[in-house]
């Protein structure tokens, strides 16, 4: 794989898994990752929309590679039969991009409801825990691996009616920088040939959400495909400079 700058040829070759990928967020990562010669390997718990992000990536992109396999990150062997089954078939893993997502929230921070935590916790926190676990080798072998995690400004400055919600991404974003913590270690004085990173958003938007509020602001979102676009920069820069670090794509609060 190139080591040029330019974020295509960073990508051309690379193997990179999406979970969560069959949302907006997903399916415009899906094709950005495709563009720039990636060959992808998605999965999502919800098989009739992952196959419809997968077909969507592959008809844009005429001969790229792009796959699609339901798997429950909620289990931990799982999630590690994916990792392994990727790397075995493809012969390496340059990636993973955690898209998972899910929200929950309340009128008054009396009013939370823990289920809601429960909820949370599960789809926000324990998922990136198994993606992390079994991607961690297999990225680090790569000499050019990199997790990335999405997460939400709230987790900086938690709201009151967002409690559980703010928590659950600030657990996620801490245990994604626990990731990047070996990564260093491991890298010794030649530093990090891997990569974790948390992208920061207020809140994600696509063309659907705009053509069904065309009156909305929609202030501080970011755009899927922007999204998109900072997650394939992610290799664009060496591994020491991505390693650890939060990168804004809203402004801070």
């Known amino acids: 794989m190139s080591t040029e700058t330019n974020g295509n040829h960073r990508l051309d070759g690379a193997v990179v898994a999406v979970a969560g990928a069959a949302g907006p967020a997903g399916r415009a990562t899906l094709l950005r990752l495709a563009e720039a010669g990636a060959t992808v390997v998605a999965a999502d718990a919800d098989a009739a929309r992952l196959a419809e992000a997968v077909d969507a990536a592959r008809y844009a992109h005429g001969g790229a590679t792009v796959t699609g396999d339901t798997v429950d990150l909620l289990d931990l062997d799982a999630t590690?039969?994916?990792?392994?089954?990727?790397?075995?078939?493809?012969?390496?893993?340059?990636?993973?991009?955690h898209l998972v997502g899910g929200w929950r929230g309340?009128?008054?921070?009396?009013?939370?409801?823990?289920?809601?935590?429960?909820?949370?916790?599960?789809?926000?926190?324990?998922t990136v825990q198994h993606t992390s676990l079994a991607f961690e080798a297999p990225l680090h072998?790569?000499?050019?691996?990199?997790?990335?995690?999405?997460?939400?400004?709230?987790?900086?400055?938690?709201?009151?009616?967002?409690?559980?919600?703010?928590?659950?991404k600030a657990a996620a974003e801490a245990w994604t920088l626990a990731l990047a913590d070996s990564f260093r270690k491991a890298?010794?004085?030649?530093?990090?040939?891997?990569?974790?990173?948390?992208?920061?958003?207020?809140?994600?938007?696509?063309d659907a959400m705009r053509a069904e509020r065309p009156n909305a602001k929609f202030a501080g979102f970011t755009d899927v495909k922007d999204l998109a676009e900072a997650i394939a920069g992610v290799w664009r820069k060496p591994a020491r400079e991505v390693n650890g670090t939060r990168q804004w794509l809203t402004p801070q609060p």
Not at 80 to 97: H, I, M, S
Not at 106 to 126: G, H, K, P, Q, Y
Not at 141 to 147: I, L, Q
Not at 187 to 206: E, M, R
Request: glycine letters at 10%; aromatic letters at 6%; zero cysteines.
């Open 187 to 206: 890298g010794g004085d030649a530093g990090p040939s891997a990569a974790a990173t948390v992208l920061v958003v207020k809140a994600l938007v696509h």
């Open 141 to 168: 072998r790569s000499g050019n691996g990199r997790f990335v995690l999405v997460s939400a400004a709230g987790a900086s400055k938690p709201t009151a009616g967002n409690a559980a919600y703010a928590a659950s």
């Open 80 to 97: 590690r039969a994916w990792a392994d089954r990727t790397e075995k078939e493809f012969g390496r893993v340059d990636g993973l991009v």
């Open 106 to 126: 309340s009128a008054t921070f009396a009013e939370t409801d823990l289920a809601d935590w429960e909820l949370l916790e599960r789809l926000l926190i324990r």
